[in-house]
């Protein structure tokens, strides 16, 4: 199983890869949809504009629910993860995604590589997606409870030992966080990928039916979990009772 997404070309030295195309078009999807859904909003909204207001209704809800006061706060960082992580995911599973083929001539060996790529399917985006959820967590708890209340998370005067030893367990946990986030997202979307290729080689038609709803839930799982971990953990790191 290839991990590393293919080079198709260089800019300035800079490597181009399949993944970075496939990331490029969700970006201009979304901007796309953004531009579209504000020039239709209305009093009286279609159907696009609710489905619209029902996903962000959705998470400013939830948000308060799991964070109360604080969810203005922390709703915008989990709404922005989940749209790009869905737009991109869905966009993979779209039929022959990965049918147009390119030849790129890296290191002057000619090789015929697919041209796109789900954009998940990148370890290096999974990892910056992680990063960027675990950094915004921490940057938000010394935002709301103050550097104090922050570092006593992870550092006790307390004279009893078991305090220490907690600490470290709380940074121990920082670690995993964007171990587990980013390879959760890449190992299901990637794995996803292979099974959606091999069933294209198999059978083209009515075979990889199933296989492709079954990816399309699992996008959008993917998506709301990363979302609501999110939600959960800038809600612990927020809360001065902690």
Excluded: C
């Excluded at 990363?226 to 612990?236: C, E, G, R």
């Amino acid at each position: 199983m290839q991990i590393k997404p293919d080079v198709l070309f260089l800019i300035a030295n800079f490597p181009v890869t399949n993944t970075v195309v496939a990331t490029t078009i969700s970006d201009i999807v979304i901007i796309l949809f953004i531009l579209i859904v504000n020039r239709i909003i209305s009093l009286n909204p279609n159907t696009l504009q609710n489905a619209t207001e029902i996903v962000v209704d959705y998470f400013i809800k939830t948000t308060k629910e799991v964070a109360g006061e604080r969810a203005f706060l922390i709703y915008p960082w989990v709404l922005s993860f989940f749209i790009f992580i869905l737009v991109s995911n869905l966009i993979a599973q779209l039929p022959g995604f990965d049918s147009i083929i390119f030849k790129t001539s890296i290191q002057k060996s000619q090789n015929e590589v697919p041209f796109l790529k789900a954009a998940s399917s990148d370890l290096n985006l999974t990892l910056a997606f992680a990063v960027i959820s675990v950094v915004l967590t921490h940057y938000l708890s010394i935002k709301h409870t103050g550097i104090k209340a922050y570092f006593t998370r992870f550092i006790t005067f307390r004279v009893f030992p078991i305090f220490l030893f907690v600490g470290i367990l709380e940074f121990s946990n920082e670690i995993t966080k964007i171990i587990s986030f980013s390879f959760r997202l890449f190992g299901n979307i990637s794995s996803g990928e292979k099974i959606m290729t091999t069933m294209y080689n198999i059978f083209s038609f009515g075979l990889p039916l199933p296989f492709m709803l079954l990816e399309f839930l699992v996008a959008i799982i993917q998506a709301m979990i990363f979302a609501m971990l999110t939600m959960v953990f800038m809600h612990i790191m927020t809360d001065k009772q902690h």
